[in-house]
């Protein structure tokens, strides 16, 4: 077994589970997510037409919001950002967001009080069962952080 076929096996497999049938494309669709996390549609579209580049940018929508709907892949909806997706799925997760260069960050799931993850309900309101908390995060990273403090010296 070669290391391209051993993930289409795991991901064929998955596909089943989900009521999918296996196709080429749906395979690609989830390689290129898995390859490269976050990614948006876009990103995707240019690495599956690596593989088959007669694929439409059309058919690669079709197929990412169909895996979306399967539960095979998560859309990430970040600020001033296209959706992004990613095949980590069912661990809620969530997600830091650097503002300075757009890099985006798994974080585990988040505890404890701040920031708040449990709704304070209103009395009266139609309460939910909680089953998601989408928390996204946003900051400098490191390299964004260290630049702005080297800019600050420099013209200081």
Known sequence: M?????PANTWA???????????KQRLAVLAAVEQSPHSTADDVVTAVRAELADITVQSVYVVLSDLTVSGLLRRIETPNSPARY???VNDNHHHAVCTGCGRIEDVDC?????PCLTPA?????????IQIADVVYQ???NDCREASAQNFTTTS
């Open 110 to 114: 988040a505890v404890g009080h701040a």
């Open 13 to 23: 497999a998955s596909l089943r589970s989900a009521g999918r049938r296996v196709t």
């Open 121 to 129: 309900w209103s009395p009266g309101s139609n309460q939910m069962t």
């Open 2 to 6: 070669t290391e391209h076929t051993a």
């Open 86 to 88: 990613e095949t980590r």
């Open 139 to 141: 900051g400098l990273c």
